[in-house]
């Protein structure tokens, strides 16, 4: 079964940068898609970015222009690159894959954005 480990959470500052990874534990097929996702305490979970295999993506409105989402060559990989962080961006960031009818979860890791 495929796993989904990410890292790169954090404290920063707002106004500053973070740079989370995920990867795959195993092969996945060429055709899918990855994306994150965020949960804030008592706050439902949300979209944040997602990418095809093809390179297309899609963005909340709230990190469109701050975020940016990327694959390796690979494509087994998923990045999200946070620029001009904000305090609203604090959560638990989980990333995800979806290959066909199957969807996998990552455990999740923290982003905290505060002064």
């Known amino acids: 079964q495929v796993q989904l480990v990410e890292s790169g959470g954090g404290l920063v500052q707002p106004g500053g940068s973070l740079r989370l990874s995920c990867a795959a534990s195993?092969?996945?097929?060429?055709?899918?898609?990855m994306g994150w996702y965020r949960q804030a305490p008592g706050e439902q979970r949300e979209l944040v970015a997602v990418?095809?295999?093809?390179?297309?993506?899609n963005y909340a409105d709230s990190v469109k222009g701050r975020f940016t989402i990327s694959r390796d060559a690979t494509k087994s990989t998923v990045f999200l690159q946070m620029n001009s962080l904000k305090p609203e961006d604090t959560a638990v960031y989980y990333c995800?894959?979806?290959?066909?009818?199957?969807?996998?979860w990552g455990q999740g890791t923290q982003v905290t954005v505060s002064s």
């Open positions: 990418i095809t295999s093809g390179g297309s993506t």
């Open positions: 995800n894959l979806r290959m066909g009818f199957q969807s996998y």
């Open positions: 195993t092969s996945i097929f060429n055709i899918n898609v």
